[in-house]
C-alpha cells in the first residue's frame, strides 16, 4: 500500500501557514506513516506535545539520519560530506556541544555581541534609505546583516564570506547531490582548516579562538576536524537561516493588518515580535530522528529504526500551547514554542538569531515606519527548491 506524502508548505497558496492536513492530525492527535521526498517511510507527529516529546527525548530518538535527510537527499547517509555534530548522540555530543555553546550563547559573550550587531544593522539601514527604490531587502539587506555578524564573530574577513555564501545555496537546496554538496562545501571546509591552524598559533578575540583556548583544559580537546566542522555548521546555517527569517518575517508583518503599525509605534515590542515570528514561521519542513528502541508516541507504536519526522511548525499552531495558535501577534507573550527545536539538540546559536532578529526588527520600525513591499503579494517570488524557506527577493520601498 503507498503512503500519503509529508505535507510540504506552499507559499504560493499559503503564505505563512503549515499545509492543512496538520489541523486535522493534531485534532486526535494522530501519529500518521508518510513517505517523505527523499524516499523514507516515516512516522509523523504533528501536535505540540508529540513534537516536544521527540525532540526532548534523545535516548529514543537519534539525529544519526541528519535532521533534514527527509527532505535533503545529499544530507544523511554514509556519503555525506556534511556529517558531524549535529548528528551525534550522547556522551559525543555532550562533549562538543559543553565546548562549543558557551562562546555563542553565554550572557557575557552575547552582551559583547549587541553593539556589534547594533552598529551593523544600523549602518545597513543607513545604506538602504540612500540606495535608489525599490530596493532588494533580502540579497542587500537581511544577508549582508547576518553575513557580517557571524562572519565577525569567526573572524572570516570580507573576501572570504562569498564561501559561505556557496556553500550554504547547495546545503539547503533540495536537488543538490552529494558530489555537488561536496564540491560547494569543500573550499569553506579547507579555509577553516587553515584558520583553525592559525588561531592555535595566534589566538584572537572572536568565537573559532574561544573554543580552542576554551576546549585546551578539557579531558579530550576539539580535534581540527571538529572546530572546523562546529565552525562552518556555524557560519554557513547562522547566515541563511536568520536572514531568510528577517525577510520572511518581514512579509508576515507587512501583510497581517495591523501588526506592522503596532510594531512600529512600540518598537519595544521587537523581542516579542521576533520570538512570534520564529514560532509562526519557523522549521515548516520538520525535523528528523530514527527510533533507538520500540516505543509509543501518542499511542501508537514505533519500532526501533523507525524514522519519525516532527512537524515543528504544525506543534507551534497548537491549541495546546495557544489557544489562538493560528493568529499572529507581535505583542503575544512568549511560549515555549519549539521553532529553535527542544532538547539535547535544540538550536546553539537560537540567541545569536534573538538578538539580530530583535535589533534588525526594532531599528526598521524606528527608522523606516513607512516600509512597505513594492509588488503585489502574488508577484512576490518564493524559494521552490531550499528547505530554508522566504522570498527569493523583496523589493520594498518607503515614503
Known amino acids: ?19 492543512p492536513e496538520y489541523a486535522r492530525l493534531r485534532a486526535d492527535p494522530q501519529v500518521v506513516r508518510v513517505t517523505c521526498p527523499t524516499g523514507l517511510d516515516a512516522w509523523l507527529v504533528s501536535d505540540y506535545a508529540g513534537v516536544r516529546e521527540v525532540l526532548g527525548d534523545g535516548h529514543r530518538f537519534s539525529t544519526r539520519p541528519g535532521q533534514a535527510a ?12 556534511v556529517t558531524g555534530f549535529s548528528q551525534l548522540d550522547g556522551p559525543e555530543h555532550i562533549r562538543i556541544r559543553r565546548n562549543f555553546a558557551p562562546q555563542v550563547s ?34 542587500q539587506f537581511s544577508t549582508a546583516i547576518t553575513t557580517a555578524v557571524i562572519a565577525e564573530l569567526i573572524g ?31 573550499p569553506l571546509w579547507a579555509y577553516l582548516y587553515e584558520l583553525v591552524a592559525t588561531r592555535r598559533g595566534r589566538p584572537g578575540d572572536d568565537v573559532l579562538s574561544r573554543m580552542i583556548e576554551h576546549s585546551a583544559d578539557s579531558e579530550r580537546p576539539l580535534t581540527d576536524e571538529e572546530l ?12 541563511d537561516t536568520t536572514a531568510s527569517m528577517i525577510t520572511y518575517g518581514l512579509v508576515c508583518l507587512l501583510n497581517t493588518p ?4 503596532k510594531l512600529c509605534a512600540e518598537p519595544e515590542l521587537a523581542a516579542s515580535a521576533a520570538e512570534e515570528l520564529v514560532r509562526y514561521l519557523g522549521v515548516s519542513i520538520g525535523l528528523l530522528r530514527q527510533a533507538t528502541e520500540d516505543t509509543v508516541v501518542n499511542g501508537q507504536p514505533i519500532k526501533a529504526g523507525d524514522y519519525v519526522v516532527v512537524a515543528v511548525q ?3 499552531r497548537d491549541t495546546a500551547l495557544h489557544p489562538d495558535a493560528d493568529t499572529f501577534d507581535v505583542a503575544r507573550r512568549p511560549g515555549a514554542h519549539l521553532g529553535f527545536g527542544h532538547g539535547a539538540h535544540a538550536c546553539v546559536g537560537q540567541q545569536i538569531a534573538r538578538i539580530e532578529l530583535t535589533t534588525v526588527l526594532g531599528a526598521l520600525a524606528r527608522r523606516v515606519p513607512a516600509l512597505r513591499i513594492a ?17 527569493v527577493e523583496l523589493p520594498v520601498t518607503w515614503s
Open 314 to 316: 504544525s506543534g507551534n
Open 228 to 239: 572546523t566542522q562546529m565552525n562552518g555548521a556555524l557560519l554557513v546555517a547562522g547566515f
Open 258 to 261: 495591523g501588526q506592522w503599525a
Open 1 to 19: 500500500m503507498s503512503l500519503p506524502a509529508l505535507p510540504l508548505p506552499d507559499e504560493d497558496q499559503l503564505p505563512f501557514d503549515p499545509p
Open 106 to 139: 553565554h550572557p557575557r559573550r552575547l552582551a559583547e555581541l549587541r553593539p556589534l550587531v547594533e552598529q551593523i544593522t544600523d549602518e545597513a539601514i543607513t545604506g538602504m534609505l540612500a540606495s535608489p527604490q525599490p530596493y532588494p531587502l533580502h540579497s
Open 70 to 81: 527527509h527532505v535533503l537527499d545529499a544530507f544523511g547517509g554514509p556519503e555525506s560530506p
Open 375 to 391: 509588488v503585489p503579494p502574488e508577484e512576490i517570488v518564493w524559494k521552490k527548491d531550499s528547505v530554508v524557506r522566504g522570498p
Open 156 to 186: 572570516v574577513p570580507p573576501e572570504q564570506r562569498h564561501l559561505l555564501h556557496d556553500a550554504a545555496a547547495a546545503l539547503f537546496r533540495t536537488s543538490t547531490t552529494p558530489d555537488e554538496l561536496r564540491r560547494a562545501i569543500e
